[in-house]
């Protein structure tokens, strides 16, 4: 079974520092990918990024970076000067491959909440 | 290009009522899914479907729900007897076919929050 744990539950900063947010994840599959959502107080859900479990390479996009580690089963989130619009709830997701041609269910992390204060 | 539409935004029902929930996909996308979410859970996924097919529903409560997406038209969450505890918000998300890539990224919907009063 496939199980996601975001262990920090609540994370206040100040602006302009640097935060991360861990994910550490359970499957027995090889073929794997994990997500990163967003969760503004607005309550819409916004898709951050995917990674499939062959491409270890860490990825940056504007002020987010990821690391994932296969070696900890870890995909870790860091926002670099954070600002209070980052204020949210974020989760951490993976899902199994299935059959081609077909997608898969997500299992989500409970969320870790943001509150980045001015 | 219009995201994954979900109403209504906000529905109350009192016990034992029925609650019809709709999502229509982005454009393009065939796939469908539902989640809930309960206060102070995270989401939990319920169903995924394609058109006129129910591919995975590992975690749709047994009684009183059920999911549909027809060939035409939106995809449809039915709760039949409404109780207390039903009340959370559904997520409903969309996504293209797989592909040699390998799965999808998911589209989600603004969710309806359903009160059961």
């Known amino acids: 079974a496939q199980k996601v744990t975001q262990a920090q539950t609540e994370i206040s900063v100040v602006e302009k520092e640097d935060v991360t947010l861990d994910c550490v994840y359970e499957?027995?599959?090889?073929?794997?990918?994990l997500f990163w959502y967003k969760q503004p107080p607005s309550g819409e859900l916004v898709f951050l990024i995917r990674?499939?479990?062959?491409?270890?390479q860490n990825e940056i996009s504007g002020r987010y970076s990821w690391n994932f580690q296969k070696s900890t089963s870890s995909f870790n989130f860091t926002i670099t000067a954070s600002q209070v619009v980052d204020s949210a709830v974020y989760f951490c997701?993976?899902?199994?491959?299935?059959?081609?041609?077909?997608?898969?269910?997500?299992?989500f992390g409970k969320g870790i909440t943001l509150s980045v204060r001015p | 290009n219009a995201g994954v539409m979900q109403n209504p935004r906000h529905l109350v029902r009192r016990r034992g009522q029925e609650a019809r929930l709709r999502c229509s996909p982005m454009?393009?996308?065939?796939?469908v899914y539902w989640y809930r979410q309960l206060p102070e859970e995270g989401l939990k996924f319920m169903v995924y479907?394609?058109?006129?097919?129910?591919?995975?529903e590992s975690g749709m409560p047994k009684e009183r729900f059920s999911a549909e997406f027809p060939k035409e038209g939106p995809s449809i969450l039915r709760i039949q007897q409404v109780v207390r505890g039903d009340s959370a918000a559904y997520f409903c998300?969309?996504?293209?076919?797989?592909?040699?890539?390998?799965?999808?990224?998911?589209?989600f919907g603004p969710g309806t929050r359903l009160t059961v009063t």
């Open positions: 998300a969309s996504s293209p076919k797989g592909g040699l890539a390998g799965i999808n990224e998911q589209y």
């Open positions: 499957t027995r599959d090889t073929t794997y990918y």
């Open positions: 990674r499939n479990s062959f491409d270890e």
């Open positions: 997701a993976l899902s199994e491959a299935s059959v081609k041609g077909a997608n898969s269910k997500l299992t």
């Open positions: 454009k393009g996308h065939s796939h």
């Open positions: 479907l394609q058109k006129e097919n129910i591919i995975d």
